[in-house]
């Protein structure tokens, strides 16, 4: 009985005990890679690995980075969630030739630990406001103002904190100034160059950090296991409809099957891939600063291809809907960066074939709906067929090469040609389709008493 007891009381002191065990004894090193625009997904991404590392008590996550910048909204957010981190969180800014641009930049500076690869750069954050064809837009002072010392406050918030150059760093909001690795590491802006993990790793081992909340951790990296946490299939997926000029292509090739799908009603296939790419295109623009009003000049480039097709204006109203929807997809995505709009090649690459296919599509049905019917009970009226048997009223008929029984409204004798004038059940309505002989004209001597 008493070793049955003690079994119990190491039991449970195990499981007393097992979280203090976990806590000192870390479980790795969680890396992550952000390679492209800063938007929603990103900021889902980098969370849930920052949950992640938590749960598993990791020594520390490393995030390398390579970004043009991104949505502000996502960016603020993704800086909240380092900031709150319970584990310390590295930013490596590499390979050679990367850059953390914009809203990279003022992630970079909110890390524990901000590392940078020779031969890359970061720094131009200063906020800017883009027309869909690239070109900045010129906004007045106060709103200029308004912006710049937005961003500003933002960064100050947290970059004296980190230990950063805060001057200096402002100035990157305010003149979009720039700095190569060892400009930033020489005015600290950041605190490592190193040209791989392993290097990054020996030159932090050992050192220690002041966290956000004031907390002191010394960094131990040197041998730990390094977890590579990737994205989910649903993030991969959404990830890449983030970029505006797939998600327009996919948008106007569901618009596109699902015009088929009415034109040719029982395809189905195109109809249920037209829906489920422009479901799909409609879930990634919510995530997206959207323009729907742009969605409306699309489907305005639509009503002037059917206008073209039928009435045949030489060109005319298919160029106008090539240019609503090539300008309709420039509008349509409204982003910070040129990454994050749609690319001309895109716009004119959709624009142009959608015009020419939705025009011969277009023009195709509205022949079909002209064409005389020439198939079933409507294809039988007005053919010519030649009476078997006396029609006196009722007799046989004999046209398209089948046996008719049929009715006359007078006598028609047999071998006659007759004409079909309606469709009763089984039967036929016909008419004589002989010529009429006309009597000659009467003369005025005829028409003299004699």
């Not at 007891?5 to 870390?26: D, E, F, G, K, R």
């Not at 603020?76 to 990367?98: D, W």
């Not at 990279?104 to 720094?123: K, Q, R, S, Y």
């Not at 409204?409 to 008419?431: C, F, H, W, Y």
Request: hydrophobic share 50%; charged share 15%; proline share 5%.
């Amino acid at each position: 009985m008493k070793r049955i007891w003690s079994l119990l009381l190491c039991v449970v002191a195990v499981l007393v005990l097992s979280p203090s065990l976990q806590s000192a004894n870390p479980s790795g090193i969680v890396a992550i890679t952000i390679d492209g625009p800063i938007q929603p997904i990103t900021d889902e991404y980098v969370s849930r690995a920052i949950d992640n590392a938590a749960a598993q008590n990791a020594s520390a996550v490393l995030i390398e980075m390579r970004t043009p910048g991104g949505l502000m909204t996502s960016m603020e957010a993704i800086i909240s969630k380092i900031l709150g981190s319970k584990v310390p969180v590295i930013i490596y800014v590499t390979p050679s030739g990367a850059h953390a641009a914009s809203a990279g930049f003022f992630i970079l500076e909110c890390a524990d630990i901000a590392a940078m690869a020779p031969g890359t750069n970061t720094g131009s954050a200063h906020p800017v406001f883009f027309t869909p064809w690239g070109s900045e837009v010129k906004v007045g002072d106060d709103m200029k103002a308004k912006v710049e010392n937005d961003a500003a406050a933002l960064l100050r918030s947290y970059a004296g904190k980190r230990g950063r150059n805060v001057e200096l760093a402002e100035t990157g909001v305010r003149q979009s100034k720039a700095w190569s690795h060892q400009e930033a590491l020489d005015q600290k802006l950041i605190d490592v160059v190193a040209s791989s993990r392993e290097d990054l790793f020996k030159q932090l081992e050992g050192r220690e950090i002041t966290r956000f909340n004031g907390e002191k951790v010394t960094l131990h990296l040197v041998g730990q296991p390094v977890k590579q946490y990737d994205m989910s299939l649903r993030m991969n997926i959404l990830n890449w409809l983030m970029d505006p000029s797939i998600l327009f292509v996919l948008l106007a090739t569901g618009a596109l099957c699902v015009y088929f799908e009415f034109n040719h009603p029982g395809a189905v296939i195109p109809g249920v891939i037209g829906t489920i790419a422009i479901l799909l295109a409609i879930f990634a623009l919510n995530l997206l600063p959207t323009r729907f009003a742009a969605l409306t000049l699309i489907v305005a480039a639509f009503v002037l291809f059917a206008l073209e097709a039928k009435f045949m204006t030489h060109g005319v109203l298919a160029i106008g809907g090539v240019v609503a929807m090539t300008i309709g997809g420039l509008l349509l995505v409204d982003g910070p960066i040129p990454e994050m709009r749609v690319q001309w090649w895109a716009a004119l690459g959709v624009s142009i074939p959608m015009g020419l296919i939705t025009v011969f599509l277009m023009t195709i049905a509205l022949k079909a709906y002209r064409n005389k019917v020439v198939t079933g009970a409507q294809g039988m009226l007005g053919e010519i067929g030649v009476a078997q048997s006396a029609l006196t009223p009722i007799g046989k008929v004999f046209v398209h090469g089948e046996l008719w029984d049929a009715e006359a409204p007078g006598n028609i004798d047999a071998g006659q040609k007759i004409r079909v004038t309606a469709v009763r059940d089984m039967s036929l309505v016909v008419e004589s389709a002989e010529p009429q002989l006309v009597p000659a004209a009467t003369s005025h001597d005829d028409l003299k008493p004699k």
